[in-house]
């Protein structure tokens, strides 16, 4: 006999991308900031007292969230901190959404968004993207008319890097009746002189939800904290009532308000993305590889001959102890996501990927040769 | 226009104990160890690195895991790790009980069962414990009755400490149609000299999945760790299909492992807490107040008068910068939970509770002598 619920018997659950525990490999595969956190994070972590981890934590993390309203000029109620953005999107889900009621994606984007549909039980509506990754016209007309109560869209767009404009987004929020959730897991990556901030939407409409986490910006993948930005109608239902009481633990929240209040070194470490990023690029197109503009911290890189060249570039690196992103979906299966890492582990990449592409193309001359 | 799914405008949610900032009240209130976590654990904190903060964690936790499997003598696949046992409460829900599916639970216990329920729209049977806190002989019929896919039972029981004995445990999951989540919070503060140890019915019974966490016991309530004990079949979907995919940070994990390989320390801290425990039992007899034999670290205290002198006692005591729990709902208007403190604590405990007393005593007998 089976206990789990019927409809979840199907249901294949999210793979993660790899996390190997040796440490010399060049992960290139999950999106993390190449940089370290900030040093004050680290003081922070040593003064944590056995007294703190004794006791429960401040339940509603009230000192960090007072960071976040400074931080975004907004209200402390208008804030919510989560396990890592994960835990916001099953939230999302938990608050907004009845089982069998309709959830909105756009399509390629984070697989975890259909993961936690089909766990909810939930149909879903797929708005596929433009071959330039844009966000159709109709999309909005086709999520009201799914009766979709909530709607995932990544922005800068996950796996292409692609940044949609303010005004896209607050028209496509404003002509939605369900809510839209922004992921914005790698906003901080996006050239400033863009003045690119949907936050002030929030106050406007009361329908957008923002997520955002210190995951990727702030370096701290390992610890797990995420956060929540939008009007206290949906902040507070998921605030009191259906996330766990104690969701973030004292540690990630001390050492979250310090990597917060240290600005000045997250903001480097995302210039010196940005400047690899574009060097990355460059030598892409050097290297006869074409990849859109990304305004975050991984580009999408196509490679010639279908599939088949994008499979071996992917074991080719992994034999050379270099890990990047392979998406066996439409649309993306002659692609590589690949993080952008720190100067020497993008040349060491860029070595690897010329090497397997010129080996490649002697092998197929041979094989011309011979056929 | 409200965004929140209807049957959660209802909802209440979840109130925690109170968690104060202050460092100098005796919080006698949500049961925490009143002694630090291991000094290994303190090591571990100051060793982690930035570059394990700056990745993500090992996503199935199996370090901690492989640590659990050998403590209890059991399979990794029979293990997963929590971010503080609430989160396994609500997996547990999510995996095995589909909304409007009735969940099982015996009054009073853990408050935020129903909460959980209501989240999950699932009505709710609820089975009375006996004067004497224990399981009636017809609960399993009534269960099953009612359909309940899964049922909640805290052993030792909260508020009162009591313990339900192994063969009642197992008789219970025997019988039943569903899952049997037994929430072994405090499992730790049993007296070893009773040999009480249902981690074998997991082999036994495919139905029964045990709770623990590092909360109590291990003195982290503030680093969220829990974890699940069961069969491969309730496990598996947990651990793969709804859990968040990283729910466990690597902070936690890794100080986690430390605290469960110092099993030396963490039992010394349980002896301890067992001998105040005991002297406290007698020092309530001889102020003339009772309370159930507790296996746990706290005691349940009966206050004569009905809920005026319990209620008398808790705001006294916060007058004193001592906090209690009292819960306000039938059968316990009456008593006060509190926790074990150290020796110290205890002890202006008792001497803030004396007073307490005899003034309301001088009181009474003073309005008496007006009438």
């Known amino acids: 006999m089976s206990y789990e619920r019927p409809h979840l018997r199907n249901v294949e659950g999210y793979v993660p991308g790899r996390q190997p525990i040796q440490t010399n490999v060049i992960k290139l595969n999950t999106n993390e900031n ?40 907004i209200s402390v109620e208008n804030t919510m901190i989560v ?32 993961v936690l549909a089909e766990v909810n039980n939930s149909p879903v509506v797929r708005i596929p993207l433009s071959d330039t990754w844009q966000v159709p016209a109709h ?42 959730l922004i992921d914005e897991a790698y906003i901080d990556f996006v050239d400033p002189q863009l003045s690119h901030n949907v936050v002030p939407l929030i106050t406007k409409l009361p329908n957008v939800l923002i997520l955002r986490t210190l995951s990727k910006g702030y370096g701290l993948a390992g610890l797990r904290l995420g956060y929540a930005l939008g009007s206290e109608q949906l902040i507070l239902p998921m605030l009191s009532k259906t996330r766990d009481s104690y969701n973030v633990d004292v540690v990630a929240q001390t050492l979250a308000k310090q990597a917060l ?8 470490t995302w210039e010196n993305v940005r400047k690899e990023r574009n060097k990355l690029y460059n ?14 911290n991984f580009l999408l890189v196509t490679f010639p001959q279908g599939s088949a060249m994008a499979r071996r570039v992917l074991s ?38 010329e090497e397997i592409l010129r080996e490649s193309l002697s092998i197929m001359r041979k094989d011309s040769v011979r056929a």
């Open 34 to 73: 190449p940089y370290p956190p900030s040093p004050k994070v680290m003081e922070a972590l040593v003064q944590v007292q056995a007294e703190q981890l004794r006791k429960y934590p401040p339940p509603l993390a009230t000192p960090v969230r007072e960071e976040l309203a400074q931080l975004h000029n």
């Open 83 to 114: 396990n890592g953005g994960d835990e916001l999107l099953r939230l999302a889900i938990t608050t907004f959404v009845d089982p069998g009621v309709t959830i909105g994606l756009f399509e390629p984007s984070y697989s975890l968004y259909p």
């Open 139 to 180: 999309a909005a007309q086709a999520l009201n008319k799914a009766q979709a109560k909530l709607t995932f869209i990544v922005n800068p767009h996950a796996p292409s890097g692609t940044l949609l404009p303010i005004t896209e987004i607050e028209s496509l929020a404003s002509q939605l009746n369900g809510v839209l």
């Open 261 to 268: 209040m240290d600005q000045a070194y997250a903001a480097s």
């Open 283 to 296: 030598n892409f197109k050097q290297l006869g590889l074409s990849c859109p503009e990304s305004q975050s």
């Open 316 to 353: 080719g690196l992994e034999q050379r102890g270099i890990l990047v992103r392979y998406f066996d979906t439409q649309g993306l299966q002659d692609k590589l996501r690949i993080t952008v890492g720190t100067a020497e582990q993008n040349q060491r990449l860029l070595n690897g990927i």
